[in-house]
């Protein structure tokens, strides 16, 4: 059974940072693309950031551009996301995500077929 497990979610001011990680086991994800979604009460999920299997490839939506990074550790099978310079605006429920198809791309909510349960950020003076 797969899972993606996601902690280092919490509560913190503006400006400073968090460090989300994203545990995958079941399988392993080392050929696949995984990514970072969030959704707020009343809207739809939102893409983040993704990144390829083997991290030459990194995408961000404009609003974290420059302040989040993605990473992964394909030994650990794991994936983060460092979130810098955190505002109001990102407080949010975020999901780590895992596609099934190996070698493929996409920054897609539907490419997704793994989700874990996510965790909440939330920035708050």
Do not use: H
Request: charged share 15%; proline share 2%; with cysteine.
């Amino acid at each position: 059974q797969v899972q993606l497990v996601e902690s280092g979610g919490g509560l913190v001011q503006p400006g400073n940072s968090l460090t989300l990680s994203c545990a995958a086991s079941g399988r392993t994800f080392s050929s696949a693309t995984m990514g970072w979604f969030r959704q707020v009460p009343g809207k739809e999920r939102e893409f983040v950031a993704a990144i390829s299997w083997s991290g030459s490839t990194r995408q961000y939506a404009d609003a974290v551009k420059g302040r989040f990074t993605i990473s992964r550790d394909n030994a650990k099978n794991t994936v983060y996301l460092q979130m810098n310079n955190l505002k109001l605006e990102d407080t949010a429920v975020y999901y780590c995500a895992a596609q099934s198809q190996l070698y493929y791309y996409s920054t897609n909510f539907n490419a997704y077929d793994y989700w874990g349960q996510g965790t909440q950020v939330t920035v708050s003076s």
